[in-house]
């Protein structure tokens, strides 16, 4: 029989008490049901990430945490984010578990959507992708807001999965991978795409808040999409230089006509050689600005010390260590 994986369900939490004792005893019941299953290990775990909470969120963490074993809770030092809350569940669960799960603990995601990830996992996908199959419970603004945030997102060159928030299910060994992923700036959609492996999506419905208010309003939105497109993508800066050439052209035919205005005299003194400086200057400075862009933005990706290559497959057994010389 083959062994059933380990699952954490992790859940990042700030300051939601209201809703945390109506979903936790939710999110108990989906793992209750899928060991009942035979889908995952009975060592399958919840595991709370309080992210520096000012509410009583810790407390009745710890609470759960006392009444059943399967529940679990790790506390960051203050509030630093909502990536950066699943990122810490993800890396503390990565050497405990064979499966990972994030969803928000607001019972918007749909839990029984679990159910196809866990199998889209046995079927062979590392990484399963929640994607909202509608948003009708959304207002009209944040629709268009949202979607709108990722149709910019893929414009700038981050690649991002349409309408896939933090509902997905990690493998331990795409885990490992990313753990090499060192940077400070976090927009995890973006990232994980970028560890590779096999993956998927797995279509759900999306629903409003059970209790509790949103911690996203339009400007951490702008913040997030903001810091996706900087922290992915170049583009910006190759937008630059490319508005430099454009302009270096319109400066350069400016130049030309100054100067056929002058000669032909219809101008007043002076005007063609101030003109053309300015053209000039003008075109000069942005294509400028765009090659040192170019520079900047090569740094920006050397800092961030991503790894280079990543090996999904070996022929041999073990580590970079094997196979081993045979010195005889
Ligand atoms: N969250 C967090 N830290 C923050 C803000 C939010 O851990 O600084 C958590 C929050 O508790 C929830 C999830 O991130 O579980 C998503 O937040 P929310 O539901 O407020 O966002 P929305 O669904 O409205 O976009
Ligand atoms: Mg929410």
């Keep these: 029989m083959i062994q059933q994986p380990v699952l954490y369900i992790v859940i990042p939490c700030y300051n939601e008490e209201e809703v945390l ?12 049901q899928l060991v009942a299953q035979g889908a995952i290990s009975e060592k399958s775990r919840i595991l709370f990430v309080n992210d520096g909470s000012k509410d009583g969120t810790w407390e009745i963490i710890q609470g759960l945490a006392r009444q059943d074993e399967h529940y679990l809770g790790i506390c960051q030092s203050r509030n630093r984010g909502h990536q950066n809350a699943v990122l810490a569940g993800l890396m503390e669960a990565k050497d405990r578990a064979d499966i990972t799960i994030s969803i928000d603990c607001d019972g918007q995601d749909d839990i029984h959507a679990m159910d196809r990830m866990v199998e889209a996992y046995v079927k062979g996908s590392e990484v399963v992708y929640g994607v909202r199959s509608r948003r009708d419970t959304d207002t009209f603004f944040k629709r268009f807001t949202a979607e709108g945030f990722y149709h910019l997102m893929r414009w700038m060159g981050a690649e991002v999965v349409f309408n896939h928030a933090d509902y997905r299910l990690i493998s331990s060994r795409v885990l490992q991978e990313f753990a ?26 999306r629903r409003e808040r059970l209790a509790g208010k949103s911690h996203y309003p339009l400007r951490k939105m702008l913040a997030l999409a903001f810091n996706g497109i900087t922290s992915l993508s170049v583009k910006p800066i190759r937008m630059i230089t490319a508005l430099g050439c454009v302009v270096s052209v319109l400066g350069f035919l400016a130049v030309i006509w100054a100067i056929v205005m002058a000669v032909l005299g219809k101008t007043i003194a002076g005007w063609a050689s101030t003109v053309c400086i300015i053209c000039f200057l003008g075109g000069i400075q942005l294509l400028s600005l765009g090659v040192i862009g170019e520079y900047i933005g090569k740094i ?15 022929t041999y057994d073990g580590g970079p260590e094997a196979p081993e010389k045979d010195c005889q």
């Design 300 to 314: 920006y990706l050397e800092t961030k010390q991503r790894p280079r290559y990543i090996i999904s497959q070996r």
């Design 21 to 32: 004792p109506i979903t936790a005893p939710m999110f108990r019941e989906k793992l209750r």
């Design 180 to 205: 090499n992923f060192k940077e400070v700036n976090l927009f995890l959609r973006g990232l994980i795409p970028l560890v590779g492996f096999p993956s998927t999506c797995v279509y759900y419905e």
